[in-house]
């Protein structure tokens, strides 16, 4: 089963400053023949399903605001937010559709400080 | 546009099955290449995929939850459900109806995603 890990856990930004959220896979979520990351990246607010912000680990999904930028190969996978908005304050997760079983990270916080 | 919506129980007791539904609506749930999964998140914490039934009936499961789920599809219904045996506390989660699309065998990430819907195992 491939392991997903976020760092930090939490993490509290000025309004206008960047956040950036690290994920790790405990292998490979790099498909050789196609040379796409299996990797995609939800926001969710209290009482909502997540919401997916980007996939093969870079591309936004449409109506996304391009301040979320996904990037990273392999095992090693950031989310940026270039510039915190009151809106962003939420967890994230990092998730492998690899192989299964799907798994996700255990989310990030982000609030305003 | 395809919308999911989960029903079901709220409380289930200890011992019990869990029992719950996913309408889709917006198209046909047969039609395309799609798979079907269940995700639950208990309060607090993270998401844990449970299994998927695929457009043709194939299921696969979380192997931690394996031996006490079977999702099966009713296309006449437009609905694919959820039965879980021998619950416990520990399942006590919100639980997630998903889909994700297939093309050219490569299977994408879930969305969209239900809303949701709270069960608590208590006797």
């Known amino acids: 089963d491939i392991v997903m890990t976020q760092s930090p856990d939490s993490l509290a930004v000025s309004l206008g400053e960047r956040a950036t959220i690290n994920c790790k896979s405990s292998q490979s979520v790099l498909y050789s023949s196609n040379s796409k990351n299996y990797l995609a990246w939800y926001q969710q607010k209290p009482g909502q399903p997540p919401k997916l912000l980007i996939y093969?680990?870079?591309t936004r999904e449409s109506g996304v605001p391009d301040r979320f930028s996904g990037s990273g190969s392999g095992t090693d996978f950031t989310l940026t937010i270039s510039s915190l908005q009151a809106a962003d304050v939420a967890v994230y997760y990092c998730?492998?559709?690899?192989?299964?079983?799907?798994?996700f990270g255990p989310g990030t916080t982000v609030d305003v400080q | 546009q395809v919308q999911l919506q989960e029903s079901g129980p709220g409380l289930v007791k200890p011992s019990q099955t869990l029992s719950l539904t996913c309408t889709v609506s917006g198209g046909p749930i047969n039609s395309g290449s799609y798979y079907w999964s269940w995700i639950r998140q208990p309060a607090g914490k993270g998401l844990e995929w449970i299994g998927r039934?695929?457009?043709?009936?194939?299921?696969d499961y979380n192997p931690s939850l394996k031996s006490r789920v079977t999702i099966s599809l009713d296309t006449f219904k437009n609905q694919f459900s959820l039965r879980m045996t021998s619950v416990t506390a520990a399942d006590t989660a919100v639980y997630y109806c998903?889909?994700?699309?297939?093309?050219?065998?490569?299977?994408?990430?879930?969305?969209?995603w239900g809303q949701g819907t709270l069960v608590t195992v208590s006797s």
């Open positions: 998903a889909r994700s699309s297939v093309v050219g065998g490569t299977v994408y990430w879930f969305d969209p």
């Open positions: 093969w680990a870079s």
């Open positions: 998730h492998q559709y690899y192989m299964t079983p799907f798994s």
């Open positions: 039934i695929y457009t043709s009936g194939s299921t």
